[in-house]
């Protein structure tokens, strides 16, 4: 049983799932879905063509799938598709896509946006994602899964941040951040690896101390990043953690990467 506010605008086509609550003041267009036990409370606002997946909670002054901010927009018709068991706190603004970055912003399951966060057109949030308050996401960025973004940090556009890395509050992250890194400042950094979050979600110390083993080579002053990158390939053939660096170092051949402050070779 729906319990939709009296004064809630839910505007004619909106298709609501089963159990939702809307509160207070909100207004919900009429090409959104929205899933089964979600709840928008007061003062939201979900537009576009945008889908929402099941127990969504939806805090006052969010602003969901209203046009994306990019001169080039002419109102062509883009999409926003949200994963399920997301949490989108205190003025949030997400973004749908554009027609010239793919037509489509999509984040994943259990994602949470802390108050002030924001997401630009045409991004792709993996699962279990978390920006802390005032992150900034700017256009076509890549988050891969159980990523943390701190809180008052920027991301550049088209910037990719690997799975389970971890950026530290106030970052200006101009550059692709490897899974499991750690970034920080302003331009970010890469400061080691994200060892909390690899205990913390229940890795092996065996494939730890490989991943640990392996970034003193990668980022070793010695040699060019791609030398360095194939010396990796071989003595840690079967690593699936090494591996999957390497696999996002070589996607993102044509981008800059986060290093070290010693070591300069970031275009190599």
């Known amino acids: ?3 939709i506010h009296h004064t809630a605008i839910i505007e004619p086509g909106a298709q609501l799932g089963a159990d939702v609550e809307i509160g207070a003041f909100c207004v919900v267009g009429p090409e959104v879905v929205l899933g089964d036990g979600s709840i928008l409370h007061s003062h939201v606002s979900v537009a576009g063509n945008t889908t ?3 127990h969504a909670r939806i805090f006052p002054f969010a602003s969901v799938g209203n046009a994306p901010q ?5 109102g062509e018709k883009t999409r926003l598709e949200i994963g399920d068991h997301v949490t989108i706190r205190e003025n949030v603004t997400i973004n ?6 793919g037509g489509v912003t999509r984040l994943g399951d259990h994602v949470s946006l802390l108050a002030g966060a924001h997401i630009a057109h045409d991004c792709m949030v993996g699962n279990h994602v978390v920006l802390v308050n005032g992150a900034m996401v700017a256009g076509h960025c890549v988050i891969g899964e159980h990523a943390i973004i701190g809180g008052g940090s920027g991301l550049h556009q088209f910037v990719r941040i690997g799975a389970h890395a971890f950026a530290g509050g106030m970052s200006a992250i101009a550059a692709d951040v490897i899974p499991y890194g750690m970034v920080l400042g302003n331009r970010a950094k890469l400061t080691g690896l994200n060892i909390v979050g690899l205990k913390r979600r229940g890795f092996s110390r065996e494939a730890i101390h490989g991943l640990r083993q392996a970034y003193r080579l990668l980022f070793a002053n010695e040699g060019t990043l791609k030398e360095r990158a194939e010396d990796v390939a071989k003595s840690y053939a079967g ?3 090494v591996e999957e660096i ?7 051949r044509d981008r800059q990467l986060c290093m070290p402050s010693n070591n300069a070779d970031m275009a190599d």
């Open 1 to 3: 049983m729906s319990r």
């Open 52 to 54: 929402i997946g099941a």
């Open 70 to 74: 990019d001169l080039k927009y002419k």
């Open 96 to 101: 749908p896509g554009t027609e010239g970055g």
């Open 239 to 241: 690593q699936p953690l």
């Open 246 to 252: 390497l696999d996002f170092i070589n996607a993102g």
